[in-house]
Nanobody
Framework: VQLVESGGGSVQVGGSLNLSCTAS????????MGWFRQPPGKKREGVAA???????SYKDSVKGRFTIARDNAKNILPLQMISLKAEDTAMYYC??????????????????WGQGTQVTVSS
């Protein structure tokens, strides 16, 4: 299983970025997929997750600003981010795990991880 993130970069407060995760090596429609982030000096935290049948969940602070989706045919997991804030600055990671989605706070239950892509939001 391989997950590769792309789309990170630097943006000003209020701006937008679109991240993407390309998955390979497995049948993605049977997996729960998610986006996590690790701000500088802080622990990794869940941002958004999507079940195999498209149900989504979000960290409270990103609701209404971030949108997770999945394209099982292309094995792509996009994350659209708008109205970015300085506190969104972090390394963003794509993750996957087989079967049902575990709670995002249980980082250890997510089996596969990408290498991350940096998002920097500045004023």
């Amino acid at each position: 299983v391989q997950l590769v993130e792309s789309g990170g970069g630097s943006v000003q407060v209020g701006g937008s970025l679109n991240l993407s995760c390309t998955a390979s090596g497995y049948t993605s429609e049977r997996y729960c997929m998610g986006w996590f982030r690790q701000p500088p000096g802080k622990k990794r935290e869940g941002v958004a997750a999507i079940t195999s049948d498209g149900k989504t969940s979000y960290k409270d602070s990103v609701k209404g600003r971030f949108t997770i989706a999945r394209d099982n045919a292309k094995n792509i997991l996009p994350l659209q981010m708008i109205s970015l804030k300085a506190e969104d600055t972090a390394m963003y990671y794509c993750a996957a795990t087989a079967g049902a989605c575990p709670p995002m706070r249980y980082i250890d239950l997510w089996s596969y991880w990408g290498q991350g892509t940096q998002v920097t939001v500045s004023s």
